[in-house]
């Protein structure tokens, strides 16, 4: 089993919407997935515009590829560069520590988790 950016077991991120690289709820990474796609992420209209912005439109509905659309509100797995990416920009949202992979530290500072951190 994973663990997590605080040490403990991976929990999951969100089952409705769906989510993961794996599309198993959770923020778990392998070999596969080229996007690092580990952290659990609560998705605000500042975030879906910046990601929009920046080339990753995650609010239309992409029914061909079973994905609904994000809202405000909705937890997902991101990528941890582009939440990096999004922190840079001050667009960065939320986290839940306990379902964001420990292999985000690899991009993403813990003290900038922890600013953003749900769960404390």
């Not at 994973?2 to 599309?23: H, I, K």
């Not at 070999?31 to 920046?54: I, N, P, W």
């Not at 997902?76 to 667009?91: F, Q, S, T, V």
Request: aromatic share 8%.
């Amino acid at each position: 089993m994973a663990n997590n950016v605080v040490g403990g077991e991976l929990q999951a991120c969100s089952f409705d919407p769906l989510t993961g690289f794996y599309r198993n709820g959770c923020c778990d990474t392998g070999a596969e997935d080229q996007g690092v796609h580990t952290v659990c992420a609560v998705m605000t209209d500042e975030f879906l515009a910046f990601s929009a912005s920046v080339g990753n439109d995650l609010s239309t509905p992409r029914p061909e590829f079973g994905f609904a659309g994000l809202k405000a509100g909705d937890r997902w797995c991101l990528c941890a560069a582009r939440w990096a990416e999004a922190l840079e920009a001050g667009a960065a949202p939320q986290v839940v520590l306990g379902a964001t992979h420990a292999r985000t530290l690899e991009w993403v500072d813990l003290k900038d988790l922890l600013a953003h951190a749900i769960d404390g």
